[in-house]
């Protein structure tokens, strides 16, 4: 097959790393990187012998597909004339700011016929695939993802940046439209929020509880999933994952347990986690999940297949986040002190204004 041309808009931390792992994957032929900012583009291609330009008029005739790694301000500037030129566009996430932005890509992907992939990268995570084999009708999921602060991303809020992975995770386990959303935030450093806790009520039931922060001593990433067929922990840092599938003991209820012999008792007591409710750690095969994105993006435009976050995926994730952050807006702490917005949620316009300012 023919090698897809490729070009990487942004050169920031993400942008970087796509640009390298694209030089090593023989379906693309990297064709350039594009960044207004001279001297950071100047000096990356200078050390990784790549072509750099000013803006993507000057590359966009030389190239098949695009990877874009701008803040997310830019996205659907940037991707709205590529699609509409019929080339193939794989979006770092947030797809966009506003849901009408993620629509109007949308549409234009399909129009043209052009492949359109957000980067949930951590759908590619080897341990996430690997425990979603584990997991049936979700019942209850807790999921929390904490940092240090990066200054990265800082043109939106943790919701945005962080939390959003791990909505993206949970709609793709779950399958069922969200219900109810509560949230609160805190604002560190500003002006968006970097601390957030949500609890997501889906149709079906089930329960999310989730945790972003970019202000925490503790960096952690990881999520546990309750199901009708148990329970599946991962840690998205160490890419481990443990499961949890229970004895016939207690899946009989807890008539029988209770009901047991002191000598039974005891037995459960001392074999808890051995027997009754065996824990186990599952072997994943280690993997790079941003290359793994990549060589998808490749195999959709190559053979015609469809990637495994549509536009439409994302579309659904931003959503979700972007009631989120309104929730936070109707309730949280700024400037320690307690500060209720108020009852009425902001429009994305309004929201869409903040983010340019903040830029």
Known sequence: MRQVRLAVIGTGHLGKIHAKLAKGISAFKLVGVVDPAKQARD????????????DVSEIASKIDAAVIATPTLYHKDVAAPLLKAGKHVLIEKPI?????????????????????????????NPAFREASKKVQSPRFIRGERTSGYTFRSVD????????????????????????????????????????????L??????????????????????????????????????????????????????????????????????????????CQEIEVTPGNAIEAELREFADCI????????????????????LKVSDAVQNHRWDGGKFNLVGPTMRTEPKRVVAAKKAA
Not at 99 to 106: M, P, Y
């Open 43 to 54: 000096a990356f291609c200078k050390e990784h012998k790549i072509k750099g330009y000013d």
């Open 96 to 124: 966009t700011l506003t849901t009408e932005d993620a629509d109007e890509l949308i549409e234009l992907a399909e129009h043209h016929r052009s492949v359109l992939q957000v980067g949930h990268v951590e759908r590619f």
């Open 156 to 199: 939106v809020g943790v919701t945005l940046d962080l939390m959003i992975h791990d909505i993206d995770l949970v709609l793709s386990l779950v399958r069922n439209p969200v219900v109810d959303v509560q949230a609160t935030g805190l604002t560190v450093f500003g002006p968006h929020e970097d601390v957030v806790e949500t609890r």
């Open 201 to 278: 009520t889906f149709a079906n039931g089930c329960v999310a509880n989730l945790t972003a922060s970019r202000a925490s001593f503790n960096p952690s990433r990881h999520m546990e999933v309750f199901s009708d067929a148990g329970f599946v922990g991962v840690d998205f840092t160490t890419r481990r994952v443990k499961s949890i599938v229970a004895d016939e003991i207690v899946k009989q209820g807890a008539a029988q347990v209770h009901g047991l012999s002191p000598e039974g008792k005891n037995w459960v007591r001392d074999n808890l986690f051995s027997t009754v409710l065996p």
């Open 302 to 321: 190559q053979r015609g297949l469809t990637p495994t976050v549509t536009g439409q995926a994302a579309r659904e994730a931003l959503s979700v986040a």
